[in-house]
């Protein structure tokens, strides 16, 4: 399907002049929680690097293949923010480390099955150490009551930015 041009025969709404003055990027949702992301990848970037040798995506998904057990890389990447070219060419690092096999999935000889071998189940219990204490740390910033609401409060915004997605490619 062609991608539709916009189309610019009417004028489409804007906020004034001095509603753009006034915006600030730290005052949207999307910024901040865009900030959050990046900062805490950056923590789990260096925690894993030097210690592991791995990438924070490399990281990502070893930890889905422990959740899930052996995987297609199509599954790995609907449970994460990667998309499928990305955890394809991570996956393949990964089996270059020893980390993980590839083998052809039985029903589909097109997709590959992922999973962990005991070298990435030893670097991941290993690995886990850090990760439950920035879990934690992170954790233990917030009242209980406070982390309850931001609980709630993610859950709400990833329904509703789901939800606009939708809108948007029904209307694409």
Request: charged share 25%; glycine share 6%.
């Amino acid at each position: 399907m062609p991608n539709k041009k916009p189309d610019r025969s009417s004028p489409r709404p804007r906020v004034s002049l001095a509603q753009l003055r006034r915006i600030r990027p730290e005052q949207l949702i999307s910024y901040r929680v865009s900030l959050l992301s990046h900062l805490i990848g950056q923590v789990v970037e260096r925690s894993v690097s030097q210690p592991l040798g791995l990438t924070s995506r490399q990281w990502r998904v070893m930890m889905l293949l422990n959740r899930f057990g052996p995987s297609t890389s199509g599954a790995i990447a609907a449970s994460s923010p990667m998309d499928h070219s990305q955890v394809s060419r991570v996956s393949y690092e990964l089996v270059d480390k020893g980390l993980i096999s590839m083998h052809p999935d039985p029903d589909d000889r097109r997709r590959q099955t992922l999973a962990l071998t005991p070298g990435g189940v030893e670097l991941l219990r290993e690995g886990l150490v850090e990760s439950i204490n920035r879990q934690r740390r992170l954790r233990d910033c917030l009242p209980d009551a406070d982390y309850t609401a931001f609980d709630r409060a993610l859950d709400a915004l990833i329904a509703e930015a789901r939800r606009m997605l939708e809108e948007q490619d029904a209307g694409a």
